[in-house]
C-alpha cells in the first residue's frame, strides 16, 4: 500500500508561517520528495470581549482578537529517510506542525 503524509502547519503570525513553510519545502525538495501545497486553508477568527472593570463602568469593555492561518503539504510516497528528517526538523516558537499518514487503498 502507497502512503501519504499530510502536514498542517498552523501559527498565529502569517509572515512566520510563510517562512517555516519555505524553509520546510526547501528541504523536502531536497531530499527528492513528491509534494503538493503549499495549500492555504481557511483562517480561523476569535474574538474575545471581556469587561475592564466588574463594579464600576460595566459598560466599558476591551475586545481581543486572535488570528490562526494555516497550511497544508501533502508528501506523495515517502521514504524512509524523509520520515527521519520530518521528525529532526525544529521549528520557531509560536509554530505548531501536525502529520497524518494516510494510506491509500489499491483498486
Known sequence: MKEDIYITIKAFDC???ERCVKKFIDELKRSGAKLS?????????????????PHVDKKS??????RVSKRLII???????????????????GVEVELRVKTKRAV
Do not use: C, W, Y
Request: charged share 20%; net charge positive.
Open 15 to 17: 509572515s512566520l508561517l
Open 37 to 53: 501545497g503549499p495549500v492555504a486553508l481557511p483562517r480561523k477568527d476569535s474574538k474575545f470581549i471581556v469587561n475592564k472593570s
Open 61 to 66: 469593555r476591551e475586545q481581543f482578537e486572535m
Open 75 to 93: 508528501i506523495h510516497d515517502p521514504t524512509s529517510t524523509m520520515m527521519q528528517m520530518l521528525t529532526g526538523l525544529s521549528f520557531s516558537a
